[in-house]
């Protein structure tokens, strides 16, 4: 696909569907690559999409069995309750950013071509990158780069980019690789320049938060037996999702009942990630990061928890 080449597109899909008369969500439609192949797999069933970004409406699909909903997924339970397809058999959520935002120089995800520093994925409100670049003071900016792009270099960095705003504006993403290059250590300046722009990328987009508040409702909208497939691309995400597939909770702490037995909705059906293999890397370089993994809700019946789902 020219948009997006989905991740590990075959093993997400059949971790995901259980009925192919089922209910099922696409919360990060994009190029529409994993949506297809789940509507390719059901029968009568039917599929909802969400994306933020309207570039994506241009990869509509024309199916009856077919529902976009061009909103954020933080709003997850309140969509599917508007479309009468609450709860669902399975969500499948493909995190990060697509091909298309990245390769598309104006919305500025990537230092390698010079464009306006955006990183908006919803480009209609909330703040840019240049907003934020050139408004947060040295301890925001710190903090951004500590937390978000893991840099104990964080402090020089937003030193460094309110040095260099005193003199130059930064309005584009090669102004802020220049304004940066001080800070770069050399041989590994393609590494630092990615995990500065991820760090930023995801304070423009409130992403942590947004993923916290959707998984804290998908327990809710799955059915009993109903599977939650994620694929994330970092550290930050990855821990958030492996904690709440083992928990049902963001510390990943198992909470246990009086007679010892653990409360958590879910039973995991990967116990380690998945990853693409090396032939999927060398066809889609981009994918090396990502991380797959899925759970499933367990069934409560009235003996207790059911063996076959919770074995």
């Given at each position: 696909m020219t948009y997006h080449n989905p991740v590990l597109l075959h093993t997400s899909i059949e971790g995901l569907i259980t009925d192919t008369a089922g209910t099922y969500v696409d919360v990060t439609f994009g190029g529409g690559g994993h949506s297809r192949a789940i509507l390719n797999k059901l029968t009568d069933g039917r599929l909802l999409a969400f994306d933020q970004d309207k570039d994506s409406e241009a990869n509509l699909i024309e199916d009856p069995?077919?529902?976009?909903?061009?909103?954020?997924?933080?709003?997850?339970?309140?969509?599917?309750?508007?479309?009468?397809?609450?709860?669902?058999?399975?969500?499948?959520?493909?995190?990060?950013?697509?091909?298309?935002?990245?390769?598309?120089?104006?919305?500025?995800?990537?230092?390698?071509?010079?464009?306006?520093?955006?990183?908006?994925?919803?480009?209609?409100?909330?703040?840019?990158?240049?907003?934020?670049?050139?408004?947060?003071?040295e301890d925001r900016l710190s903090r951004i780069f500590y937390t978000y792009g893991e840099l104990q270099e964080g402090r020089r960095l937003a030193r460094q980019i309110v040095k260099f705003r005193d003199t130059h504006n930064i309005e584009t993403t090669k102004q802020l690789a220049e304004a940066l290059q001080p800070c770069l250590p050399k041989g590994k300046e393609n590494k630092f320049l990615s995990k500065i722009f991820q760090a930023i990328r995801i304070e423009v987009n409130d992403e942590m938060k947004v993923l916290e508040e959707f998984l804290t409702?998908?327990?809710?909208?799955?059915?009993?037996?109903?599977?939650?497939?994620?694929?994330?691309?970092?550290?930050?995400?990855?821990?958030?999702?492996?904690?709440?597939?083992?928990?049902?909770n963001l510390t990943g702490e198992v909470e246990k009942d009086f007679f010892g037995n653990p409360l958590t909705p879910f039973r995991?059906?990967?116990?380690?990630?998945?990853?693409?293999?090396?032939?999927?890397?060398?066809?889609?370089?981009?994918?090396?990061?990502?991380?797959?993994?899925?759970?499933?809700?367990?069934?409560?019946?009235?003996?207790?928890?059911?063996?076959?789902?919770?074995?």
């Open positions: 069995r077919f529902q976009f909903v061009p909103a954020n997924f933080r709003h997850l339970t309140r969509f599917l309750q508007y479309h009468k397809a609450y709860p669902v058999n399975g969500i499948l959520a493909d995190l990060g950013i697509s091909s298309h935002q990245i390769d598309t120089p104006e919305r500025g995800f990537s230092y390698r071509e010079d464009g306006a520093l955006d990183m908006r994925m919803n480009t209609r409100n909330g703040l840019s990158a240049k907003d934020i670049i050139n408004e947060y003071d409702q998908t327990a809710d909208a799955l059915l009993p037996g109903g599977r939650l497939v994620v694929i994330a691309y970092h550290s930050l995400e990855d821990r958030l999702v492996k904690n709440y597939m083992r928990a049902g995991l059906v990967t116990r380690k990630a998945i990853v693409p293999d090396e032939q999927e890397i060398i066809d889609n370089p981009r994918a090396r990061s990502a991380k797959l993994r899925i759970a499933e809700k367990i069934i409560i019946t009235p003996h207790g928890y059911n063996d076959k789902i919770n074995r």
